[in-house]
């Protein structure tokens, strides 16, 4: 068997080894540098943008139902909670292939504006979940209107 011993064969499989090994930790390390819950086993992406009155957060929940959903606000952190259930297949049928499994998803993001979390809604389709967090007043956007100069006595501007 000593023929087929390919030494490039070899060292292209390390190669490629220690490139994943390099990228799934420093390049795009996924949830290992977020705030993730250490118990959590998956990631949950987020899209947070702003309008002048709200912030709205998505976050991407696959398999979840929303009674499986937890949201809280505490000290201008959001947190996201979910969790999926157990799959369950009829009677007398067994697994061939099983990826799908339970899972946690956690998620904290400090919020870059205050808001009112009484006025806070959420809707629910197809495994997105998305927020409208009102902001509040000190966090809306104020416009200053700009005038013209003050006229003084004898027609001379003051400004």
């Given amino acids: 068997m000593a023929g087929n011993f390919r030494p490039l064969r070899e060292f292209m499989s390390l190669r490629d080894g220690m490139d994943r ?49 937890d949201i809280q606000v505490q000290a201008g952190v959001l947190t996201i909670r979910a969790t999926s259930e157990e799959p369950s297949i009829p009677d007398g049928a067994t697994w061939l292939v099983r990826e799908v499994t339970p899972a946690e998803y956690t998620r904290q993001v400090t919020l870059p504006r ?20 009102p902001k509040s007043g000190d966090a809306k956007p104020k416009q200053i209107k700009v005038g013209s100069p003050r006229r003084v006595g004898g027609g001379q501007t003051e400004g």
């Fill in 21 to 69: 090994l390099f990228e799934d930790r420093w390049v795009s390390p996924g949830n290992w540098l977020t705030w993730a819950s250490p118990t959590a086993s998956n990631f949950m992406p987020l899209d947070i943008y702003e309008t002048p009155d709200d912030l709205v957060v998505r976050a991407l929940v696959p398999g979840v139902a929303p009674d499986g959903i």
């Fill in 114 to 133: 205050t808001i009112e979390a009484e006025g806070a809604s959420s809707t629910f389709e197809h495994g997105v979940l998305t927020l409208t967090l």
